[in-house]
């Protein structure tokens, strides 16, 4: 047999509770903040009906004040990987610091085991599918070397050697070991035991691990009977970088043009990935050209109608443009105000279009709902008081998501959220007007 829990009956306390909950609730209103934002949206669109011009003149004149900013856009360059790319109070650079303050580094007494960084350097691998220590291989390796040492390079109408650059080790230049060990003679590797990953030579131990690759060893007394690869070295003093880097990019010309006959070479300096880094943007510069066409084409398409009163292409065209406007007098103040332009913040201008005609489309929708009879002041009234209220909300959380982004210890996060920061505010106000 069920039993139930007993119904309340009218007129209890209970039901005047509820009663009393409802009339407390019917006081209360919600619209507190959206009701005065679409009263001021709503005199605002008003009055941008009534005197168009100014607020067509005026996104122009600020967008060119504003986009000569960009003429400072090279000096404003700023794609050090390092500096980008990594924690500005990382503890690894706190470290690093201790080292160099503790372990001064000095280019006349060099000493690879003091560096606290790569260095500025050059470097070639040569290789072998079978033995690299061999006569005919080394003759090579010995040629390079040669080639490489007596490269003369041009800076300031002034011609200059590897010997010009070299760091020092007790007043000669920086060599490698293993061409030390043979005395720049092939023939001499027959008379040689080389032992590794330590070898003797002049009372000093030389890592030979440092210089030979894929190494076939005796089992009986660890001398190499083979090795595949050697790496060779060339440090540079970095008291002038623009001498350096000049010096870097003969090396590589000079390298991508040798042949040779017994092994295979590979290079890089210590510039390398950084000068590779700044060629990335050619190479999806037409991929970016295609996005933008599609948005763009996708955007006018969707507000074209068969209707000539209906028909809103020139509106969409309008709010590429405002989009357009938005980026140029955003990324100009702030070029203008000294922030460092990424190579991160170029896929900004797509993420912003994105959200420019999102508004856009919010805006056509509304005024499509006003009446056609309506005069244009009445009309933009209306359409303000609906459409603005939800774009400014959304403005508003994307300025706070950007805002705490901007927290970030990498400095190309802070750039580009800045930029997309600036450049959404500027672009709903564009859109606005």
């Known amino acids: 047999m069920s039993t139930s829990s007993p119904q309340p009956r009218k007129g209890t306390?209970?039901?005047?509770?509820?009663?009393?909950?409802?009339?407390?609730?019917?006081?209360?209103?919600?619209?507190?903040?959206?009701?005065?934002?679409?009263?001021?949206?709503?005199?605002?669109?008003?009055?941008?009906?009534?005197?168009?011009?100014?607020?067509?003149?005026?996104?122009?004149?600020l967008s060119a004040g504003l986009g000569s900013g960009f003429y400072f856009l090279t000096d404003r360059m700023s794609n050090d990987i390092e500096e980008q790319f990594t924690p500005v109070d990382g503890k690894a650079k706190m470290e690093r610091r201790y080292i160099q303050e503790t372990f001064p580094e000095n280019d006349l007494m060099f000493s690879s085991v003091r560096l606290s960084t790569d260095g500025t350097f050059a470097t070639f691998i040569a290789t072998s599918d079978s033995n690299v220590l061999t006569v005919e291989s080394l003759q090579e390796i010995l040629?390079?070397?040669?080639?490489?040492?007596?490269?003369?390079?041009?800076?300031?109408?002034?011609?200059?050697?590897?010997?010009?650059?070299?760091?020092?080790?007790?007043?000669?230049?920086?060599?490698?070991?293993?061409?030390?060990?043979?005395g720049y003679n092939t023939s001499n590797i027959d008379l040689v035991n080389l032992t590794f990953p330590w070898y003797y030579y002049?009372?000093?131990?030389?890592?030979?691990?440092?210089?030979?690759?894929s190494v076939k060893l005796n089992k009986e007394n660890s001398?190499?009977?083979?090795?595949?690869?050697?790496?060779?070295?060339?440090?540079?003093?970095?008291?002038?970088?623009?001498?350096?880097?000049?010096?870097?990019?003969?090396f590589l010309n000079l390298l991508s043009n040798i042949s040779t006959t017994s092994i295979k070479v590979s290079y890089s300096t210590s510039m390398s990935m950084q000068w590779e880094f700044e060629k990335s943007p050619g190479s999806v510069i037409h991929l970016?050209?295609?996005?933008y066409t599609i948005a763009i084409t996708f955007s006018i398409m969707s507000c074209w109608r068969l209707d000539n009163v209906r028909n809103k292409v020139w509106v969409a065209c309008g709010g590429v443009f405002a989009t357009a406007l938005a980026i140029l007098s955003s990324f100009g103040m702030l070029l203008l105000i000294g922030q460092t332009f990424v190579m991160t913040v170029a896929s900004c201008p797509f993420m912003i279009l994105g959200i420019g005609i999102d508004d856009m489309?919010?805006?056509?929708?509304?005024?499509?709902?006003?009446?056609?009879?309506?005069?244009?002041?009445?009309?933009?009234?209306?359409?303000?008081?609906?459409?603005?209220?939800?774009?400014?909300?959304?403005?508003?959380?994307?300025?706070?998501?950007?805002?705490?982004?901007?927290?970030?210890?990498?400095?190309?996060?802070?750039?580009?959220?800045?930029?997309?920061?600036?450049?959404?505010?500027?672009?709903?106000?564009?859109?606005?007007?």
């Open 361 to 433: 489309f919010i805006m056509v929708s509304c005024w499509q709902r006003t009446h056609v009879k309506d005069d244009v002041p009445k009309r933009l009234a209306d359409t303000y008081k609906d459409a603005a209220v939800s774009i400014t909300i959304t403005s508003l959380t994307d300025a706070l998501a950007l805002f705490l982004g901007y927290t970030s210890t990498f400095r190309s996060v802070q750039s580009f959220l800045s930029l997309h920061c600036i450049s959404n505010h500027h672009k709903r106000i564009v859109i606005y007007k």
């Open 202 to 213: 002049k009372s000093q131990r030389v890592a030979l691990y440092a210089s030979l690759g």
């Open 143 to 182: 040629d390079l070397d040669r080639k490489v040492r007596t490269m003369v390079v041009s800076f300031d109408n002034k011609p200059f050697e590897y010997v010009n650059l070299c760091v020092r080790v007790k007043g000669n230049c920086y060599s490698n070991d293993i061409l030390d060990i043979i």
């Open 288 to 291: 970016f050209a295609i996005t």
């Open 13 to 61: 306390s209970w039901d005047l509770g509820v009663k009393l909950r409802e009339t407390i609730m019917a006081n209360f209103h919600t619209d507190c903040i959206e009701k005065p934002l679409r009263l001021w949206f709503e005199m605002m669109g008003c009055f941008i009906g009534c005197h168009p011009w100014w607020f067509f003149i005026a996104p122009l004149v």
């Open 223 to 250: 001398v190499v009977e083979s090795a595949q690869a050697i790496q060779l070295r060339y440090y540079l003093q970095d008291d002038n970088k623009t001498k350096t880097d000049r010096w870097l990019e003969d």
